[in-house]
């Protein structure tokens, strides 16, 4: 029997990518807030919001990226 996979739109991922983003957004800010001075880096919340936004833009671009490769395999 023949199984039909129904291909992700743009749009939905679009807003995959962006949730997986969110969620980690949160994940590297506590991160960069609480754990660097573990590492003798004390960031403050502004810095840790500034390193944060850096890596959720790369991670939401990658996400949304390999989502479109692996949609047309």
Known sequence: ???????????MSGI???TNAIVGLLVSWA???????????QPSPLD???ITACYFGLS??????LRRIF???
Do not use: C, D, H, K
């Open 1 to 11: 029997m023949m199984t039909m996979i129904r291909r992700q739109s743009r749009r």
């Open 16 to 18: 995959e990518a962006l």
């Open 31 to 41: 991160f960069t807030y609480w754990a660097l001075p573990l590492f003798g880096l």
């Open 48 to 50: 840790a919001t500034g």
């Open 60 to 65: 939401f671009a990658r996400s949304f990226v």
């Open 71 to 73: 949609n047309v395999l």
